[in-house]
C-alpha cells in the first residue's frame, strides 16, 4: 500500500535531531521515503540535479551554518520555481521570534511553521497538507 507521503525530505544539521526525526517519521507509517541533508546547499544541488524528483514535503531547519532556512527558500524558488516541493514546506525551529513566524509567511512554499521537536501529530497534519490537494 502507498503512503500518504511518498517523498520528504529533511534538511537539518544537528545529526541528533536527524536520528530522532527520521525515527518519529518511520513511527508514523505515513512516509515512504526520506532524503536526508545536513546542509540546505546540499540539498538544493540535489534538487537542481534531479529535476524529475517529485518531493511531497520539505521539512526545513531554519538555523543552520552556510545558508539558512530562509537563503534555501529564496535560492530554490529562484533557481527551481514554486513547485520544488509540491509546494508544501515545513519549517521547523527552535525560535520563539515572532519575525521568524512572519518572514516564513511571505514564501507561498511554506505551509506550516512547527516549534521542535518534530511528532507523529505534526507528520498527520501534514499528510492533511499534501492529500487536499
Excluded at 33 to 41: G, K, M, N, R
Excluded at 53 to 62: N, P
Amino acid at each position: 500500500m502507498t503512503k500518504p507521503i511518498r517523498l520528504a525530505i529533511l534538511i537539518d544539521d544537528e545529526e541528533i535531531d536527524q536520528r530522532q526525526y527520521l525515527r518519529t517519521i518511520k513511527k508514523s507509517g505515513l512516509v515512504e521515503e526520506v532524503l536526508v541533508f545536513t546542509f540546505a546547499d546540499e540539498a538544493l544541488e540535489h534538487l537542481k540535479a534531479n529535476p524529475e524528483l517529485e518531493v511531497d514535503i520539505i521539512f526545513l531547519d531554519i538555523n543552520m551554518p552556510r545558508m539558512d532556512g530562509f537563503e534555501f527558500l529564496e535560492a530554490a524558488t529562484q533557481e527551481i520555481g514554486g513547485g520544488f516541493a509540491k509546494n508544501v514546506v515545513i519549517m521547523l525551529t527552535t525560535s520563539l521570534n515572532p519575525d521568524d513566524r512572519e518572514r516564513a509567511k511571505r514564501f507561498g512554499v511554506v505551509k506550516e511553521f512547527f516549534n521542535k521537536p518534530l511528532s507523529v501529530e505534526h507528520i498527520e497534519q501534514v499528510v492533511k497538507l499534501v492529500t487536499s490537494d
